[in-house]
């Protein structure tokens, strides 16, 4: 009953994907994306589906099954059957090689098979996830899965320590497979964890592909899922990964509609994960704000005099997009959630960590040592993508990438500093915070920098230039007389 039911959750959002940017049926780069998009709009629609089912109608089965199979048939019927055409997102032209040397492939499928077995391994030894999945996510689940007509009790300030403000996105998919299974098991987080880190990799490669080329594609995906310290964050059953989904697929979507600015449904697209961002944890809310500022600098700086003309439609877009599930966070933050924790901090000691320069230092020093120290390489990964650039140095390859780049660049430093920022005025214990934290602040953010940092890096030469063509010695010869000739003239 389980795969019937994530079965049904990504059917609704393969559908809604394939509804918008529809293709022939078919192996093909621009499905595999699809597959990839429609596992994180299935589990957004699905949760605020579950949520507002709760808030309407309370946790009735028949209610939960007919929403949930409706949106099912729905998705199949809107998606699978269309018969227009939309944009095809196919393979670029790499400027590098005409094809991918079969080592980058072979490390492809290496990479695919190491992670698959990190993740069986580490959830094998630890089903119900590590601490912050049990005692928080899973344990939500288990409040909105057991209490019945008490589900609210779920997020009482009794339960602080919980995070009883934290948005219900991973929470409410794990409870809504339990109704619809009628049991709970170790097996629906999981296999939600498992469908969103394979998501994060098919959406980095297949936009990377669309972008860049074959060559980039399989070298950023490699990388993607050979960073350890990611796969074994999603085996933990953490909302990071899901988070770091809804970062990348927004961020690749606008990215998308640069290349495309006739097609808006990029852009809608883009607001929709933006938003399910935003249901998924508080982070997700700053990434929000962030990608809408980042948006708005980005386009007006550089798209040139068409910056101003384009921004108003895509706008109106990415805010459609986003609209719905923004209503279903800030229905459930006004009359669902639990306080927060940063408001019961006493305004003079939050001013006075403000000032506090030591908060400063220790919080850079935390960030410079988990950026040196991420990914649980034999080699620091900022050292091997340091080499990386100074090979290929960055280069857009598209001035149409540019405007792309900046939302992205802008919008993963504005997160990152509004993070730590919290982290600075808020935390008790800074040290803690930063030992517990940091490393899966920036695996949030680690997809979409990688996706950053190989749109913008250069061709990657793998052919070594020609050498000319040594003269041959009857040429040789033949020139001598004619420098005799010459001579005597």
Not at 138 to 156: C, E
Not at 325 to 343: E, H, N, T
Request: contains cysteine; charged residues 15%; hydrophobic residues 55%.
């Amino acid at each position: 009953m389980l795969f019937v039911c994530l079965a049904a959750i990504w059917l609704t959002g393969f559908g809604l994907v394939r509804w918008m940017f529809p293709r022939p049926l078919g192996w093909s780069l621009h499905n595999a994306l699809l597959l990839s998009l429609g596992i994180g709009a299935g589990a957004g629609i699905a949760s605020c589906l579950y949520f507002l089912s709760l808030v309407l109608a309370g946790p009735n089965f028949t209610v939960l099954a007919s929403v949930t199979g409706g949106a099912a048939i729905a998705g199949l019927v809107f998606g699978l059957l269309t018969r227009r055409q939309g944009t095809l997102l196919a393979w670029a032209e790499g400027p590098d090689v005409p094809d991918v040397p079969w080592y980058f492939r072979g490390l492809f499928l290496l990479a695919i098979a190491l992670a698959v077995t990190s993740f069986l391994v580490a959830v094998s030894n630890n089903p119900h996830g590590d601490q912050g999945a049990w005692s928080m996510w899973n344990l939500r689940a288990r409040f909105l899965f057991r209490a019945g007509a008490f589900w609210r009790d779920a997020f009482s300030n009794d339960l602080g320590w919980s995070h009883p403000d934290y948005p219900l996105l991973l929470p409410g998919l794990v409870a809504l497979c339990w109704k619809l299974a009628g049991q709970e098991s170790t097996g629906a987080p999981i296999a939600i964890a498992f469908l969103f880190a394979l998501a994060t990799a098919g959406v980095l490669t297949g936009v990377l592909g669309v972008l860049r080329g074959k060559t980039p594609a399989l070298v950023g995906g490699t990388l993607l899922l050979g960073t350890a310290s990611y796969i074994a964050l999603s085996a933990a059953e953490y909302g990071d990964v899901p988070l770091s989904f809804y970062i990348l697929a927004t961020l690749a979507l606008l990215c998308l509609q640069d290349r495309h600015p006739e097609d808006l449904r990029f852009s809608a697209l883009a607001g929709l994960m933006a938003g399910f961002a935003a249901w998924t944890t508080n982070e997700g809310i700053i990434f929000l704000a962030a990608v809408i500022v980042a948006r708005v600098v980005a386009t007006v700086r550089f798209r040139g005099r068409s910056g101003p003309t384009a921004l108003a439609p895509e706008m109106l877009w990415l805010i459609a997009g986003l609209a719905a599930p923004l209503a279903v966070v800030i229905l459930f933050k006004l009359r669902v959630g639990g306080a927060s924790d940063f408001w019961s901090e006493k305004p003079a000691l939050v001013l006075q960590h403000l000032a506090d320069p030591g908060r400063w230092i220790v919080t850079a020093q935390g960030l410079v040592i988990v950026l040196f120290a991420l990914g649980r390489f034999l080699i620091s990964i900022v050292a091997v993508l340091a080499l990386y650039w100074y090979l290929v140095r960055f280069k857009v390859q598209d001035s149409r990438d540019r405007a792309g780049l900046a939302t992205a660049a802008i919008a993963l430093g504005l997160t990152l500093a509004i993070r730590l920022l919290g982290d600075i005025l808020f935390a008790g214990n800074l040290v803690i915070e930063i030992a517990t934290s940091f490393e899966r602040v920036v695996l949030q953010l680690w997809p979409a920098g990688v996706f950053l940092f190989f749109l913008a890096s250069g061709p990657l030469q793998l052919t070594a230039a020609e050498k000319p063509a040594p003269r041959n010695k009857t040429s040789r010869k033949a020139l001598k007389p004619s420098r005799r000739a010459a001579e005597t003239h």
